[in-house]
């Protein structure tokens, strides 16, 4: 691990033409992956991704480089320090200390002490089922995936963190057709937990969310566009607080004032009965870990409290910037990238509203179960999200499915509007991307009630 590194010497080059900090990144992940199409094996493989990064930051601007050859470090830290600051430098010894964890990740089945064989089992019990959900299904893919990573940080001002991330996930992802219409499931599960992710969601359960999904929406009909309630069930996950309000409150695209939330602390943002989280400290959530890719120690940040901007999301660039700390969201893909603000497990905090009372007290509009995917425009907050399972609400009940369905809208402005939030709390995983790079993450929120908001579909 990182420990065996000549670090006092690497540092020495590193910081030989000056700057403020040098860190160096250790990581070691290893992949394992079985996929299942068609009823057909089409992958089952291993992988291994190992290498290291050495960053150098000087007046809060940042040079970077990466290797997986040990023995080249040395000169990849003097080239990384010549491009950070053109002058000589002695940089002081180090007094290293080893951080210390505010949270750990406790898993029961590890990925290395699972067999394959259990792994692959797994995989055919959800083929089996998805298969003989209905005769409409057309097709069936099944992915089993796990991971062990593990990371190490070193920094020149002494702080040395050490980490393990495993992760195990599993998506079903179903086809049906009536003979005139093609529409789809998908179910994904997972998180930083080993082969124990079946005890709560087994391979059978996912497997008939799925198909069943694909199976109602061929019955689903085009919904008519145009403004109405909409209300967000839990189990829509949290996907709209992430890319309509989550991106604009990293404090990179805040700083350099790509966010419709820069120079907003303070004010007020949202509704009263608002308040929004970024937390990498739950409980095998796949955004949680004990040390970012900082070596900053995990957290719980309040972004948003009853409607008021507290603070944004930050790295130690940005923290640097600011003369603030770290919230520890300082993440990055792997070694071959330098770490960016990134969020982790985001969501909108429960209310005092019961879901049922919601959906009971709104005559008409628009239950969303699950969305699908979106784009949004930091700057302004504009976005459009497709809704991938979608309900007709009928003198306060649950009606006929729909498909086809979009939500249109700006993010403050629906944060603004919501006037009912249940007391229940749903989450959903994802992979987020910015800059190139993709993290784990994952988003919640309760029921929420958006009184009137622009829904797509056919005139």
Request: glycine fraction near 10%; proline fraction near 5%; charged fraction near 20%.
């Amino acid at each position: 691990m990182i420990e065996e590194l000549p670090l006092d010497k690497i540092f020495r080059a590193a910081l030989s033409h000056g700057g403020d900090l040098a860190e160096i990144f250790f990581e070691h992940s290893f992949v394992s992956t079985i996929v299942n199409d068609d009823k057909r094996l089409e992958n089952i493989s291993t992988s291994l991704n190992a290498g290291i990064g050495i960053r150098v930051i000087s007046d809060t601007k940042t040079a970077y480089g990466s290797t997986n050859d040990k023995e080249a470090l040395v000169g990849l830290a003097k080239s990384v320090a010549k491009a950070a600051r053109k002058r000589e430098s002695s940089p002081p010894a180090i007094r290293w200390t080893h951080a210390q964890p505010r949270f750990s990740l406790a898993v029961k089945q590890h990925p290395f002490g699972t067999p394959l064989k259990r792994k692959s089992e797994a995989v055919m019990r959800a083929v089996d089922v998805a298969w003989n959900t209905g005769p409409q299904i057309r097709q069936v893919r099944v992915t089993y995936r796990d991971k062990v990573r593990k990371i190490g940080i070193a920094t020149s001002d002494g702080m040395i963190a050490c980490d393990e991330q495993p992760e195990t996930l599993f998506f079903v992802h179903v086809v049906a057709s009536n003979g005139e219409t093609i529409q789809t499931g998908y179910e994904p599960v997972g998180g930083t937990v080993g082969f124990e992710l079946f005890e709560t969601s087994t391979p059978e359960e996912v497997a008939t969310t799925a198909a069943k999904r694909s199976l109602r929406m061929l019955r689903a009909h085009c919904i008519k566009s145009g403004q109405m309630p909409v209300i967000l069930a839990s189990d829509a996950g949290g996907t709209m607080i992430h890319e309509a309000v989550g991106h604009g409150l990293e404090a990179d695209l805040a700083g350099q004032g790509l966010s419709v939330y820069s120079g907003r602390e303070g004010r007020q943002v949202a509704s009263p009965l608002i308040t929004v989280f970024d937390d990498a400290t739950i409980p095998t959530r796949r955004g949680s870990f004990a040390f970012d890719d900082e070596g900053t120690p995990s957290q719980r940040t309040c972004l948003i409290e009853k409607g008021v901007l507290k603070t944004y999301l930050s790295d130690r660039v940005w923290a640097l910037r600011s003369g603030s700390a770290s919230t520890g969201n300082g993440r990055r893909e792997s070694y071959a990238y330098p770490p960016i603000v990134r969020m982790t497990n985001t969501m909108i905090a429960s209310g005092t509203d019961d879901p049922q009372a919601i959906l009971r007290s709104t005559d008409s509009g628009l239950f969303v179960t699950r969305m699908g995917g979106g784009q949004v425009n930091t700057v302004n907050g504009d976005f459009i999200f497709e809704v991938q399972e979608g309900y007709r609400i009928e003198h306060g009940k649950i009606g006929e499915p729909v498909r086809g369905a979009t939500l249109i809208g700006n993010g403050p402005k629906v944060l603004e509007i919501i006037d009912k939030v249940g007391t229940d709390l749903g989450f959903s995983i994802g992979t987020c991307g910015k800059n190139g790079q993709e993290v784990p993450v994952s988003s919640a929120q309760p029921t929420i009630r958006i009184p009137q908001i622009v829904v797509g579909g056919t005139r």
